[in-house]
């Protein structure tokens, strides 16, 4: 065969490699629906309508079909991409038409790219089963070029899940019990994560779940409002715990430790609570671990006058079973209280192994106990010099053998003593007593100068005092 007869042949050849690239430039326009979620009850969700395209586009027609009843429809808004595009649109059982034209003034065009080019406005009704995954198809697409000539324009589903991230429990909120299971998913406990959780636990969306995925949902958690966990029977709850929160002591500046203390019957793996604090006078700084909770860790968030807080455990191990101060919330005093001012826990969750819940109670306060120092301590007596009565306080530190024995004596200028005030072990706590001016013998001491001394052990501090008649 000579050369001219290959002449013919090549044109042939290459008039299909052509065509052959025309259709899979064909081949790359795509319209997908993307993946979105949101709450039952909640509106204004947006599910993206997405298109991959390699040929240029004037105009589109397309239908979201088998929309599911809980999911409605409510808007469809052009995307920047699609400027200067409008969007008509109409429902008809469960499927939404949509049609995007340039606008009359103008021609735009979408040209190649990839991208969002409108927004589906959505409600989720209150019926919507929250875990539960509904499909969103395109269909029936139809698209035309710059030159009016039909395109071929293939299509992707998407899916819209009846939740939000972080909310892995499915309860409608992002709480203790979402970071509880969470860690449990990390750390491969019983039961196997299912679809929903799995894709409620990859906050970063990395398409891995571990520790950054916790860290991220802590953050999560402790910025929200903890609920009060009064819904459902007692049968719902592995057991009960008690949270309470000390008062902030009066006649004292700087830094104080107020103990949380808790009371629980059974093993607790979290703890959540948010209590109010004006922030104005008082600074809250991170809360310390104790003897009981030192295998765990601790998050803060302060909003305004509400300060949250949750502790948990990275390992998943619980507290131990017993009664006490899981943590010690340091406060800067700006100026001394005139009276003792309780702190009010507003919320408070608590959970168990399993990601279980307790049913949550907010003590009503410890006696005796107002915070927790740093040290041992004798303050000056108020009012000084005094004629009835005079009130002296003073600090125990938490101690390894759990209380000291306190002497608090009162001696006149001589050396010798004139009353016993306190003389008996005391826990950890700040106390006051009470001097009315008499002797151990119950008279009425002279006016003058005397000494008031607080033994602790090995610690001796001594201040002094003026009583005038």
């Given amino acids: 065969m000579n050369s001219s007869s290959q002449h013919p042949i090549l044109l042939v050849v290459l008039a299909l490699l052509v065509l052959a690239s025309?259709?899979?430039a064909a081949a790359g326009d795509t319209l997908s629906v993307g993946n979105s979620a949101g709450l039952p009850g909640v509106t204004g969700y947006t599910i993206p309508v997405n298109l991959r395209n390699v040929t240029t586009l004037k105009g589109l027609l397309f239908k979201i079909k088998d929309v599911p009843d809980s999911l409605e429809v409510t808007n469809v808004v052009p995307t920047g991409r699609a400027s200067g595009f409008r969007a008509?649109?109409?429902?008809v059982g469960g499927t939404v038409k949509i049609l995007m034209f340039p606008t009359i003034t103008t021609t735009p065009l979408i040209t190649a790219g990839n991208g969002t080019i409108a927004n589906l406005t959505v409600s989720v009704k209150p019926e919507a089963v929250r875990g539960a995954k509904a499909t969103v198809t395109p269909d029936s697409v139809r698209a035309s070029?710059?030159?009016?000539?039909?395109?071929?324009?293939?299509?992707?589903?998407?899916?819209?899940?009846?939740?939000?991230?972080?909310?892995?429990?499915?309860?409608?909120?992002?709480?203790?019990?979402?970071?509880?299971?969470?860690?449990?998913?990390?750390?491969?406990?019983?039961?196997?994560?299912?679809?929903?959780?799995?894709?409620?636990?990859?906050?970063?969306?990395?398409?891995?779940?571990?520790?950054?995925?916790i860290t991220a949902l802590i953050d999560l958690a402790v910025a929200a409002t903890p609920r009060m966990d009064d819904s459902g029977s007692l049968s719902d709850y592995a057991g009960n715990a008690e949270l309470t929160i000390s008062a902030l002591p009066r006649n004292i500046?700087?830094?104080?430790?107020?103990?949380?203390?808790?009371?629980?019957?059974?093993?607790?793996?979290?703890?959540?609570?948010?209590?109010?604090?004006?922030?104005?006078?008082?600074?809250?700084?991170?809360?310390?671990?104790?003897?009981?909770?030192?295998?765990?860790?601790?998050?803060?968030?302060?909003?305004?006058?509400?300060?949250?807080?949750?502790?948990?455990?990275?390992?998943?191990?619980?507290?131990?079973?017993?009664?006490?101060?899981?943590?010690?919330?340091?406060?800067?005093?700006?100026e001394a209280l005139n009276a003792d001012e309780k702190l009010e826990i507003r919320s408070a969750l608590a959970g168990t192994m399993g990601g279980g819940r307790l049913q949550t109670q907010i003590g009503s306060g410890m006696e005796g106990v107002a915070a927790a120092p740093e040290s041992f301590a004798l303050m000056q007596n108020n009012?000084?010099?005094?004629?009835?009565?005079?009130?002296?306080?003073?600090?125990?530190?938490?101690?390894?053998?759990?209380?000291?024995?306190?002497?608090?004596?009162?001696?006149?200028?001589q050396g010798q003593e004139v009353r016993t005030l306190v003389n008996e072990r005391r826990s950890t706590g700040r106390y006051t007593v009470n001097w009315d001016g008499r002797d151990n013998a119950g008279n009425y001491v002279s006016s003058g100068v005397y000494f008031y001394k607080m033994t602790a052990d090995n610690v001796v501090i001594t201040k002094k005092l003026a009583v005038t008649k």
């Fill in 145 to 213: 070029n710059n030159v009016q000539q039909a395109v071929t324009v293939y299509v992707k589903s998407g899916y819209f899940w009846y939740g939000i991230k972080g909310d892995i429990k499915a309860d409608g909120a992002v709480d203790l019990f979402d970071v509880l299971r969470l860690i449990d998913i990390v750390l491969g406990r019983a039961p196997a994560a299912t679809e929903y959780e799995r894709w409620a636990s990859d906050l970063n969306l990395d398409g891995q779940i571990d520790v950054a995925d």
């Fill in 253 to 334: 500046t700087g830094s104080v430790n107020v103990p949380v203390q808790l009371r629980s019957t059974a093993p607790v793996s979290g703890l959540q609570f948010a209590f109010k604090l004006d922030s104005r006078r008082f600074l809250v700084s991170k809360p310390r671990l104790t003897e009981m909770s030192r295998n765990m860790s601790v998050a803060i968030h302060a909003d305004g006058d509400e300060v949250r807080v949750m502790l948990y455990s990275l390992s998943g191990d619980p507290l131990p079973l017993n009664e006490g101060m899981v943590l010690q919330i340091p406060v800067t005093i700006a």
């Fill in 383 to 413: 009012p000084n010099p005094f004629n009835m009565s005079t009130k002296i306080t003073y600090e125990v530190p938490a101690l390894r053998q759990g209380a000291a024995n306190i002497k608090l004596m009162v001696y006149n200028a």
């Fill in 88 to 91: 008509e649109w109409t429902t």
């Fill in 22 to 24: 025309g259709l899979f």
